[in-house]
């Protein structure tokens, strides 16, 4: 995947790419083009959310929103593959971290 194209591969070929999540197809690129795309926009919503005071406020929010999102994804992630498995899912971790990131 290149740069934020995974936001467009989701948007326009969603039944494809859930397909291929279900194939295990790609995952690890996926995985990071989603991590990557995720930063990015993150990053920027923070920027704005912190416009509205000074500087040093959008710079705070610029590091910390995408941190606290991606954090909470490493501590909710083996909670949800744990439930997943007792409901009789057969997907495996990286599946799951894939259709956790595409939300």
């Known amino acids: 995947?290149?740069?934020l194209s995974i936001v467009e591969t989701i948007l326009r070929?969603?039944?494809?790419f859930f397909a291929e999540i279900r194939d295990s197809i790609g995952l690890p690129e996926r995985i990071i083009?989603?991590?990557r795309s995720s930063f990015v926009f993150l990053?920027?919503?923070g920027a704005v959310?912190?416009?509205?005071?000074s500087?040093?406020?959008v710079i705070s929010s610029l590091i910390k929103l995408p941190i606290l999102f991606?954090?909470?994804?490493?501590i909710c992630t083996p909670s949800l593959y744990f439930f997943n498995l007792l409901f009789?899912?057969?997907q495996t971790i990286l599946q799951n971290i894939a259709l956790i990131m595409t939300a």
Request: aromatic share 4%.
């Open 1 to 3: 995947m290149k740069r």
């Open 13 to 16: 070929s969603r039944e494809q």
């Open 43 to 45: 990053a920027s919503y």
């Open 33 to 35: 083009a989603m991590l």
């Open 55 to 57: 500087l040093p406020q």
């Open 88 to 90: 009789g899912s057969r």
């Open 49 to 53: 959310m912190g416009a509205s005071n």
């Open 70 to 74: 991606l954090v909470t994804l490493i």
